[in-house]
C-alpha cells in the first residue's frame, strides 16, 4: 500500500510540475490575451489616479471604435462624459446640465495613451513573479536599463487573472502621480459609448460648439 501511495504522489508531483507555468509563458498568454481587447471590437476597464492635495480620481471606461464613455468620480463630484470623432457631451448631475463641445485632440491623445499602455503591458521592463493565490498571478515589474523611454515608470505592479490570462490590475506610479488600470474586458455594446438625450429628460443642454 505504502508503494501504491507514493508512486501515486510521484506522479502528482510530476503533473504538477509538469503544468507550472513560468513567468515568461504567463506573461506570452497575457499579451495574447490582451491582444484580443480592441477598441474596435469594444473594450472596458477602469481607472484611478490619485495626486497629491488633490486626491483620487475614479473613472470607469467604455471604448468602442472611436466611440467613448467614461463614469468619473472626484471626492463629490461626478460626471458622464461621452465622446465620438467630433464631438463631447458632459453631464454634471449636480448641475443638471449637459454641455456640448468640439472634441479636444487631447481627448483623444489620453485614450491612445491608456489603450497603449494596456497592448504592450511589460515591454521594457524586468518581470518578476511575487506570489500567486487561487486566482491570480502578482508579478512586479522594474523598467530595464536598456529602456529609453523617460515617460516610463520605475516600477509598476501587474496582477494577471488565472481564468483569463487578462491583466487584472495594472499600477504605477510616475511623478507622484500613481495611476491604477483595472478590470480590463472586452465586450461593449453601442448603446454603452452613445449620448442619447432621451435617458436625460429635463435636463439643461449648454450647446458651446
Do not use: H
Not at 498568454?29 to 486626491?55: C, H, N, Q, V
Not at 472611436?66 to 468619473?72: F, N, Q, S, Y
Request: aromatic share 6%; glycine share 4%.
Amino acid at each position: 500500500m505504502k508503494r501504491i501511495l507514493t508512486c501515486i504522489a510521484a506522479c502528482l508531483f510530476s503533473a504538477a510540475l509538469l503544468s507550472a507555468q513560468t513567468p515568461d509563458e504567463i506573461i506570452a498568454r497575457m499579451d495574447e490575451a490582451m491582444s484580443k481587447i480592441k477598441p474596435e471590437t469594444g473594450m472596458k476597464m477602469g481607472m484611478d489616479i490619485s495626486i497629491p492635495i488633490i486626491g483620487k480620481t475614479s473613472s470607469d471606461i467604455w471604448i468602442l471604435g472611436e466611440k467613448t464613455r467614461m463614469e468619473v468620480s472626484l471626492k463629490d463630484e461626478k460626471s458622464t462624459i461621452w465622446m465620438d470623432e467630433t464631438t463631447t457631451w458632459t453631464y454634471t448631475p449636480k448641475d443638471n446640465e449637459v454641455v456640448i463641445e468640439n472634441r479636444k485632440p487631447s481627448d483623444s491623445s489620453t485614450t491612445d495613451d491608456n489603450l497603449g499602455l494596456v497592448n504592450s503591458v511589460t515591454e521594457g521592463y524586468n518581470v518578476k513573479l511575487e506570489k500567486e493565490t487561487a486566482d491570480a498571478w502578482y508579478f512586479n515589474c522594474t523598467k530595464s536599463k536598456s529602456n529609453t523611454k523617460k515617460d516610463d515608470p520605475r516600477k509598476m505592479s501587474l496582477v494577471v487573472d488565472k481564468n483569463t490570462y487578462v491583466a487584472k490590475n495594472l499600477s504605477a506610479r510616475t511623478k507622484g502621480i500613481t495611476i491604477t488600470l483595472r478590470d480590463m474586458a472586452s465586450g461593449v455594446t453601442a448603446d454603452d459609448v452613445t449620448y442619447d438625450p432621451s435617458k436625460l429628460p429635463g435636463v439643461k443642454v449648454t450647446d458651446k460648439r
